[in-house]
């Protein structure tokens, strides 16, 4: 099947993740841009979001700008909906980025109410939860949390109050007291962020009116999913959660849209592993909870440190009976380190009870498989039950953290396969790999479309 047989008849699609995020939504929001659709939207989260994807020679990770502004040239609006919080200098640096590397901005729209993140929800986040020890979080640290804290308490500051030195400083001079930690100085706020408006200022506009307006012109649209749906707000494994909701349902309303309006939902696995940040369980992790410790730990270039300690070893510990080891090599054949904060991924097998979850919160959609180009001819493993702790079983996602803590996973086991890397006919997948997926859509009720063979965007096989 070809692209064109995929989007028949389909004007508004949506790509969401059905894991812990970083499944490589950013190459398929790059694929849609450039190939289908007229205007890219994001309606959720912030810069705790990093999409990389792959142009060329060139790598590029997006934080806060949908990936399609690579098309800003051709004529594609991106947009930055309601739902987002925003930093605003952190979107100027990207946008400065981008410009030096030839990107324009002339259909680039921010909404006017997506909520701004300020200094101190970066300070107040930092100090609170970026740490993952003793249980915590380990948020990215960069002021989400506490941004959507004040947008619920609804003293957030918006967008459009940029465009209102008065309004911001009154509403500034009413939230300092939840503040009482920080040197919250007005004038030095307004002095920094004046320039920042004023850049930002053509951009600011009520962007669910333009999405509307655009949906009854016939414009294709492509909402751009962030983090993935066991960190929602709503639906993940709470406490372990970002702050939005990032399932389908959340990324609709995110950018002013009924998830009722959206004609395909594409949802992204890491498959035949998948990759968590961050504290919480992790039924299928290698290594369990000595692993979620030892990723947690915050120092240097573990990335280089893997390198240098374990470089010789890979195929050695891929056959490891410690899965501790086993989680090192894999997660250094498939270079899974944070495209945001650099930290090394958690690493496990893909896990189908808790994807069927995400499958029926998510869905109706189908499937985009990433990440099988990695393996190197190895074993792989499957879950398809848990083991509870009083020794029963089940094929049901629990969704709470205290009872998946200590969930064993069951697996199935598959033959390792060999070299896919680049391939784009999904007939000539090996035997291995297209009998686990069978297995896989055949459990989790979901048709699989698309399997990325490779970071860049030819590296795809469509069924
Ligand atoms: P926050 O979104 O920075 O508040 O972090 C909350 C949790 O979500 C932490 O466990 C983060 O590691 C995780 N998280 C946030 N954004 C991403 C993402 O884009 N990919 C993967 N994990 C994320």
């Given at each position: 099947?070809g692209?064109q047989?995929?989007?028949?008849?389909?004007?508004?699609?949506?790509?969401v993740?059905?894991?812990?995020?970083d499944?490589?939504?950013?190459?398929?929001s790059?694929?849609?841009?450039?190939?289908?659709?007229?205007?890219?939207?994001?309606?959720?989260?912030?810069?705790?979001?990093?999409?990389?994807?792959?142009?060329?020679?060139?790598?590029?990770?997006?934080?806060?700008?949908p990936?399609?502004?690579?098309?800003?040239?051709?004529?594609?609006?991106?947009i930055?909906?309601n739902?987002?919080?925003?930093?605003?200098?952190?979107?100027?640096?990207?946008?400065?980025?981008?410009y030096?590397?030839?990107?324009?901005?002339?259909h680039?729209?921010?909404?006017?109410?997506?909520?701004?993140v300020?200094?101190?929800?970066?300070e107040?986040?930092k100090?609170?939860?970026?740490?993952q020890?003793?249980?915590?979080i380990?948020?990215?640290?960069?002021?989400?949390?506490?941004?959507?804290?004040d947008?619920?308490?609804r003293?957030?500051?918006?967008?459009?109050?940029?465009?209102?030195?008065?309004?911001?400083?009154e509403?500034?001079?009413?939230?300092?007291k939840?503040y009482?930690?920080?040197?919250?100085?007005?004038d030095?706020?307004?002095?920094?962020?004046?320039?920042?408006?004023?850049?930002?200022?053509p951009?600011?506009?009520?962007t669910?009116d333009?999405?509307?307006?655009?949906?009854k012109?016939?414009?294709?649209?492509?909402?751009?999913?962030a983090?993935?749906?066991?960190l929602?707000?709503?639906h993940?494994?709470?406490?372990?959660?970002?702050?939005?909701?990032?399932?389908?349902?959340?990324?609709?309303?995110?950018?002013?849209?009924?998830?009722?309006?959206?004609?395909?939902?594409?949802g992204?696995?890491?498959?035949?592993f998948?990759?968590?940040?961050?504290?919480?369980?992790?039924?299928t992790?290698?290594?369990?909870?000595?692993?979620?410790?030892?990723?947690?730990?915050?120092?240097?270039?573990?990335?280089?440190?893997?390198?240098?300690?374990?470089?010789?070893?890979?195929n050695?510990?891929?056959?490891?009976?410690?899965?501790f080891?086993?989680?090192?090599?894999?997660?250094?054949?498939?270079?899974?380190?944070g495209?945001t904060?650099?930290?090394p991924?958690?690493?496990?097998?893909?896990?189908?009870?808790?994807?069927?979850?995400?499958?029926?919160?998510?869905?109706?959609?189908?499937?985009?498989?990433?990440?099988?180009?990695?393996?190197?001819?190895?074993?792989?493993?499957?879950c398809y039950?848990?083991?509870?702790?009083?020794?029963s079983?089940?094929?049901?996602?629990?969704?709470?953290s205290?009872?998946?803590?200590?969930?064993?996973?069951?697996?199935?086991?598959?033959?390792g396969?060999?070299?896919?890397?680049?391939e784009?006919?999904?007939?000539?997948?090996?035997?291995s790999?297209?009998?686990?997926?069978?297995d896989?859509?055949?459990f989790v009720?979901?048709?699989?479309s698309?399997?990325?063979?490779?970071?860049?965007?030819?590296?795809?096989?469509?069924?």
């Amino acid at each position: 099947m070809g692209l064109q047989d995929l989007l028949k008849e389909i004007q508004i699609l949506a790509v969401v993740c059905n894991q812990y995020g970083d499944t490589g939504k950013g190459k398929f929001s790059d694929f849609f841009a450039s190939q289908w659709a007229d205007i890219i939207a994001r309606g959720t989260g912030g810069n705790n979001a990093g999409h990389t994807v792959i142009i060329g020679d060139k790598q590029r990770v997006f934080h806060l700008i949908p990936a399609g502004i690579t098309y800003d040239k051709e004529g594609k609006t991106n947009i930055l909906g309601n739902g987002m919080v925003i930093d605003p200098f952190v979107l100027i640096k990207e946008m400065n980025t981008l410009y030096e590397e030839g990107v324009s901005f002339n259909h680039l729209l921010i909404s006017d109410r997506a909520n701004v993140v300020m200094f101190y929800h970066v300070e107040q986040d930092k100090a609170e939860n970026a740490s993952q020890k003793g249980g915590g979080i380990g948020s990215t640290g960069r002021g989400i949390g506490p941004a959507y804290t004040d947008k619920v308490a609804r003293r957030g500051i918006m967008m459009r109050d940029l465009l209102h030195m008065d309004i911001l400083v009154e509403k500034i001079e009413k939230l300092k007291k939840y503040y009482p930690q920080q040197q919250i100085n007005i004038d030095k706020i307004i002095a920094d962020i004046s320039p920042v408006a004023d850049r930002l200022k053509p951009f600011i506009t009520d962007t669910v009116d333009f999405l509307h307006d655009s949906i009854k012109n016939g414009k294709r649209i492509c909402l751009e999913g962030a983090q993935g749906l066991y960190l929602s707000l709503e639906h993940g494994i709470y406490r372990y959660v970002t702050s939005s909701d990032c399932s389908t349902n959340g990324t609709a309303s995110g950018v002013g849209i009924s998830a009722k309006a959206i004609d395909l939902t594409l949802g992204v696995v890491k498959f035949p592993f998948m990759t968590k940040v961050g504290g919480g369980p992790f039924v299928t992790e290698l290594g369990g909870i000595r692993s979620e410790n030892y990723c947690s730990q915050e120092f240097g270039n573990r990335k280089d440190d893997e390198k240098n300690i374990y470089g010789g070893r890979l195929n050695e510990m891929m056959n490891s009976s410690d899965d501790f080891e086993k989680g090192i090599a894999l997660r250094m054949i498939a270079g899974e380190y944070g495209a945001t904060t650099a930290r090394p991924r958690r690493i496990g097998w893909t896990d189908a009870v808790a994807a069927k979850y995400a499958v029926r919160v998510n869905g109706p959609m189908k499937l985009i498989l990433t990440k099988a180009d990695a393996l190197e001819n190895n074993d792989f493993n499957i879950c398809y039950n848990y083991i509870m702790s009083d020794g029963s079983s089940t094929q049901k996602f629990v969704n709470d953290s205290e009872v998946l803590r200590k969930v064993i996973p069951e697996y199935k086991i598959y033959k390792g396969y060999s070299d896919i890397r680049g391939e784009t006919q999904f007939e000539k997948l090996p035997s291995s790999l297209t009998q686990s997926i069978i297995d896989f859509e055949k459990f989790v009720g979901a048709e699989v479309s698309i399997v990325s063979t490779g970071p860049e965007m030819i590296q795809t096989a469509l069924r």
